[in-house]
């Protein structure tokens, strides 16, 4: 790793859990009026990683040029402080993909430079992430309290049994190379506190109603009956069905029935999707290892929606289907079942 001359760059996985009952993390994540808060609130926890400030919590503001980020500390008199990549990176630690896997929200951190994960690594180790976490989560969510279980994994090293051996927690995450860019939803979620600042830039209230509901929200599922780009109907057992998009009830379905072939099921797909090419499968089995076969299902065909957008028909799941032999599953999705319990 040492004499490498190629950057150095590695990813984790930040796992976020409220110990409070009325406190679900991926339910107020997926809320349009709670989203900015929470995204808000991430960003600012790692920007607390950039100060000396001994309470963690900090104010984001907008740089001289409105392209990128400062900082200064909300309650004491700490210096001002840079983030230096104006890109949406906070001191070399950058969000690429927030996922929703109740009761855990889960964060694909991507470290840009040995010494700012060693940095992050210390703060984890330490508790300051967790409480700057708690302490911004509480401000922008106006609620008393937040009280956080963490966990920081890389792949299928679970990076909280090895923190006192700081360099193998790094060669850990180096291996773990991220496999994508930052996600459409933290860029725009990114443009949209941009956007924030620059019209609250004279104003120093941060209270929780400064997180705005965002125009228009990304939504994880495209809508029915849109215009596809492909076949309007296809044949399947001698019938004739419409090509309608991968709907959240197939979603679920999906993911109860389908069990250990999940990933066959992947690889079929992944003849015609990018997003699911190798190693994602593999990486998304370790991954959720710990949560499951119906969250490794989950988030495969979540993944594959995300990615192909209108292009994620039922059409495509159903010719995965058939080819791994799960013709049950095939009918039960449209509705075969139903019909021959009705007759």
């Given at each position: 790793?040492?004499?490498?001359?190629?950057?150095?760059i590695?990813?984790?996985?930040l796992f976020?859990?409220?110990?409070?009952k009325?406190?679900t993390l991926?339910?107020?994540?997926?809320?349009?009026?709670?989203?900015?808060?929470?995204?808000?609130?991430?960003?600012l926890?790692?920007a607390?990683?950039?100060?000396?400030?001994?309470?963690?919590?900090?104010?984001l503001?907008?740089?001289?040029?409105?392209s990128?980020?400062?900082?200064?500390?909300?309650?004491?008199?700490?210096?001002?402080?840079?983030?230096?990549?104006?890109?949406?990176?906070?001191?070399?630690?950058?969000?690429?993909?927030?996922?929703?896997?109740?009761?855990?929200?889960?964060v694909q951190?991507?470290?840009c430079?040995?010494?700012?994960c060693?940095?992050?690594?210390?703060?984890?180790?330490?508790?300051?992430l967790?409480?700057?976490?708690?302490s911004?989560?509480?401000?922008f969510l106006?609620?008393?309290?937040?009280?956080?279980?963490?966990?920081?994994?890389?792949?299928?090293?679970?990076?909280?049994?090895?923190?006192?051996?700081?360099?193998?927690?790094?060669?850990?995450?180096?291996?773990?190379?991220?496999?994508?860019?930052?996600?459409e939803?933290?860029?725009?979620?990114?443009?949209?506190?941009?956007?924030?600042?620059?019209?609250q830039?004279?104003?120093?209230?941060?209270?929780?109603?400064?997180?705005?509901?965002l125009?228009?929200?990304?939504?994880?599922?495209?809508p029915?009956?849109?215009?596809?780009?492909t076949?309007l109907?296809?044949?399947?057992?001698?019938q004739q069905?419409?090509?309608?998009?991968?709907?959240?009830?197939?979603?679920q379905?999906?993911?109860?029935?389908v069990?250990?072939?999940?990933k066959?099921?992947?690889?079929?797909?992944?003849?015609?999707?990018?997003?699911?090419?190798?190693?994602?499968?593999?990486?998304?089995?370790?991954?959720?290892?710990?949560?499951?076969?119906?969250?490794?299902?989950?988030?495969?065909?979540?993944?594959?929606?995300?990615?192909?957008?209108?292009?994620?028909?039922?059409?495509?799941?159903?010719?995965a289907?058939?080819?791994?032999?799960l013709?049950?599953?095939?009918?039960?999705?449209?509705?075969?079942?139903a019909?021959e319990?009705c007759?």
């Amino acid at each position: 790793m040492a004499g490498s001359s190629a950057p150095w760059i590695g990813s984790a996985y930040l796992f976020l859990q409220s110990t409070c009952k009325t406190i679900t993390l991926p339910a107020l994540y997926e809320s349009s009026q709670k989203k900015p808060c929470v995204f808000k609130a991430l960003k600012l926890a790692l920007a607390a990683l950039c100060s000396d400030c001994p309470r963690g919590s900090v104010r984001l503001v907008m740089d001289g040029h409105g392209s990128g980020w400062a900082g200064s500390c909300l309650d004491c008199d700490c210096a001002p402080f840079s983030l230096p990549d104006s890109t949406g990176s906070v001191n070399g630690v950058d969000m690429l993909k927030v996922h929703c896997s109740h009761p855990h929200l889960i964060v694909q951190l991507k470290f840009c430079k040995q010494e700012n994960c060693r940095q992050f690594l210390r703060s984890y180790r330490e508790g300051a992430l967790q409480k700057s976490l708690q302490s911004h989560l509480q401000l922008f969510l106006a609620t008393t309290t937040v009280p956080l279980q963490v966990e920081l994994k890389a792949g299928s090293e679970h990076l909280d049994k090895m923190l006192k051996d700081e360099d193998h927690c790094l060669e850990c995450i180096y291996r773990e190379k991220p496999d994508r860019l930052p996600d459409e939803e933290i860029t725009e979620l990114e443009e949209h506190l941009k956007s924030l600042m620059l019209h609250q830039s004279t104003n120093n209230n941060v209270a929780g109603k400064d997180c705005s509901p965002l125009k228009s929200p990304p939504q994880p599922y495209p809508p029915q009956g849109s215009s596809l780009p492909t076949q309007l109907t296809f044949i399947f057992q001698g019938q004739q069905f419409d090509n309608r998009t991968i709907t959240p009830d197939d979603h679920q379905k999906f993911a109860k029935s389908v069990s250990k072939k999940w990933k066959q099921v992947a690889r079929s797909l992944q003849k015609s999707c990018r997003a699911l090419r190798d190693p994602v499968v593999d990486n998304l089995a370790l991954e959720y290892d710990r949560e499951g076969l119906y969250e490794q299902a989950y988030q495969m065909l979540l993944r594959f929606i995300q990615s192909e957008g209108k292009k994620a028909t039922i059409a495509r799941l159903i010719a995965a289907l058939e080819e791994n032999g799960l013709v049950s599953l095939a009918e039960e999705l449209l509705g075969l079942h139903a019909s021959e319990d009705c007759s």
